[in-house]
């Protein structure tokens, strides 16, 4: 089973910082990468979709992939309160498109 | 509009029991799955359907059966439930396959979750 490893959390930061958010991937060939907002009790919401190595931006969202390393990431610039969720890294594996996930990591981010 | 929509929102029923959770999509996506979520938030992939067809099917007991009567539609049967089986079930859709070098895939849309809880 491939196998997708994020930070454990919980990770805090103050409210104004930058959130940096880590997710590694085993299987090579994977193209398609997302990451995905939890809040306590409601479901998983889309933030990010990347595809090519490289940085693609959204607001305050920066997602970063890099297929040599096999690793992506999720930065989140003046952070918020509001931004304190589980966030989910998943890869869209090949066959049939699922996803896999990794465990999330909880960010706490402190007013 | 709601775009996956899950009923009921909630289930809680006894050991032995059988029951549905219903999903529809009104994305115009042609692919459905159905994930689930277990108390340490762990979200695991359970079964997808393109088009009607069943694509994955993960090692899922086979207690539990999906039907999918048309593409915006896809239910979870479970019988003879049992404790292991408590945990937050997510309907998601997307799109599939696209872009010429076809293993790239569209994102998933999440549905709000049936927190199935067995007594």
């Known amino acids: 089973q491939k196998e997708v490893e994020q930070n454990s959390g919980p990770l805090s930061v103050p409210e104004g910082a930058i959130a940096s958010l880590n997710c590694t991937y085993s299987?090579?060939?994977?193209?398609?990468f997302f990451w995905y907002r939890q809040y306590s009790g409601k479901s998983p919401e889309l933030i990010m979709s990347?595809?090519?190595?490289g940085d693609k931006e959204d607001g305050r969202f920066t997602a970063q992939l890099n297929k040599a390393s096999q690793y992506v990431s999720l930065l989140i610039r003046d952070s918020q309160p509001s931004d304190s969720a589980t966030y989910l890294c998943?890869?869209?594996?090949?066959?049939?498109?699922?996803?896999?996930f990794g465990q999330g990591t909880e960010l706490s981010v402190k007013p | 509009d709601t775009a996956v929509s899950q009923t009921p929102k909630y289930l809680v029923t006894q050991m032995g029991n059988d029951k549905s959770i219903k999903c529809e999509q009104n994305?115009?996506?042609?692919?459905m799955y159905w994930y689930k979520q277990d108390s340490k938030k762990f979200l695991k992939i359970m079964f997808s359907?393109?088009?009607?067809?069943?694509?994955i099917n993960e090692t899922v007991p086979n207690r539990f059966s999906p039907k999918s009567p048309d593409k915006a539609h896809l239910n979870l049967h479970i019988n003879s439930l049992e404790l292991g089986d408590s945990a937050v079930y997510f309907c998601?859709?997307?799109?599939?396959?696209?872009?010429?070098?076809?293993?790239?895939?569209?994102?998933?849309?999440f549905g709000d979750g049936t927190r199935l809880s067995i007594l």
């Open positions: 998601a859709s997307s799109q599939g396959k696209w872009g010429g070098q076809g293993r790239r895939w569209q994102p998933q849309h």
């Open positions: 299987d090579r060939v994977s193209q398609s």
């Open positions: 990347i595809y090519s190595n």
């Open positions: 998943a890869e869209g594996y090949n066959q049939g498109g699922k996803l896999i």
């Open positions: 994305l115009g996506h042609d692919t």
């Open positions: 359907y393109n088009n009607k067809e069943l694509i």
